[in-house]
């Protein structure tokens, strides 16, 4: 009798499209010409998709993960509520994914950005970047601190505000888990009214995004703590190989 | 009622928006000093195996107007067919080449470039060998979700012809939008149309 077979890592099951936003929500202007409008290609994932760059502990600077002090002049500080975001990185079946790298970049406490093409009258913090970046550990925990974003005007319809949010990039073990996304505030009531918000099929997807207060989290007299979990696409294990006998 | 499955939702997607650059590539924006270098901005560190070549071109609205906001990322194997990559099974990667790469669309033309090396193939699931290709992944504000797709190089017919994904394509005349043509010795121009007649095959990814 042959021994049993070890489980192998087989491919990422396929996206939720029907959870995912469409591409095309009228709502949201700017997707109506930058929508592909044919059916996607599927087929199932291949090396191309299931590997991924890796991006080590050691390029990570000492104030990657700290907004508050990473663009501040030394000895001071951006301006606005404290705040810690904490969570983990798992994929579909809870399994965590340590060494996903992410990054995110948000508006300061006014809701101004450090760009060149952001034109809002709320003035720029100097001690404030708005970039940041962190690893996750071996059961997928990450943190940074940085201060509590305003929300902001955006042109759309006569008076769109974004709600206070944090954009985050990540980067799971494959290609397949890409992810860009936004994370909202508990009790922000222009989440509710946001067109980008809007593009998201259903309010629970929406919930997934909107990060709960943690009081365990917080740290007394210093700073609020928000939790974010965030989960990538999971991969299937398998016994079984998807090839036919004797090939 | 049947027993629960208790699987996780993945994270919704949002958009990039328009300020990407600060999270992605700070440094190009302008917010320096935050981190040393650009991540993605030098796909070799060292001297590389295989070919070198360049990868240039523009993402095209439904008005045939450039992106000049959007960021895009390419992941690819080495010139062996190997990914730089901890997931990589079949073997060992060049090592002074990273195979990812990350390039914000220029401010005017909205052109993006990437200094790399032709790939070399790699398997289907079914152990066919695909033809040599190259992941691009676009974001933008506008973009709800990052658009996955692959260009394969134009010079390659014989490959390309066995290509598994490419033969999945039903409709035949819109495979010559997953091909880059040669522009050039070693350069390869690659323009990705985001809707209307000549749209850009997107998958499923
Ligand atoms: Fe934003």
Known sequence: MKAPKPTRPGGYVPRDRTWQPAALTPAYKTSVKRSPQSALLSFPTTPSEETGPVFGHHMLGA???????NYAAAG????????????????EFARPVPGALIEVWQANAGGRYRHKKESYLAALDPNFGGCGRVIAGDAGGYEFRTVQPGPYPWPNGMNDWRPAHIHFSVFGAGFAQRLITQMYFEGDPLIWRCPIVGALPCREAVETLIAPLDMNGTVPFDALCYRFDIVLRGRRQTMFENRREGL | MA??????????SQTAGPYVHIGCTSNFIGVQGVYDRDLGSEMKTGPVKGQEITITGRVIDGTGTALRDVLVEIW???????HNSPQETRGKADANFTG??????????????FDTVKPGRVPFGDGRMQAPHVTFWIVARGINIGLHTRM???????????????????HRNRVATLLASRDGDAAYRF???????????FFDM
Do not use: M
């Open chain 2, 191 to 201: 323009d990705i149309v985001l809707q209307g007649e000549d749209e850009t095959v």
């Open chain 2, 3 to 12: 027993q629960k499955l208790d699987y996780l939702k993945e994270t919704p």
């Open chain 1, 76 to 91: 001071e500080s951006a301006i606005g509520p404290r705040i810690i975001v904490r969570g983990r990185v798992l994929d």
């Open chain 2, 100 to 113: 990812w790469g990350r390039c914000p669309g220029h401010p005017e033309t909205g052109e993006f470039r």
């Open chain 2, 76 to 82: 690819q194997a080495d010139a062996g067919g190997l």
């Open chain 1, 63 to 69: 104030l990657d993960n700290d907004l508050l002090h």
């Open chain 2, 152 to 170: 394969y190089f134009a010079d390659e017919d014989a490959a390309n012809a066995d290509d598994p994904i490419l033969s999945r394509i039903e």
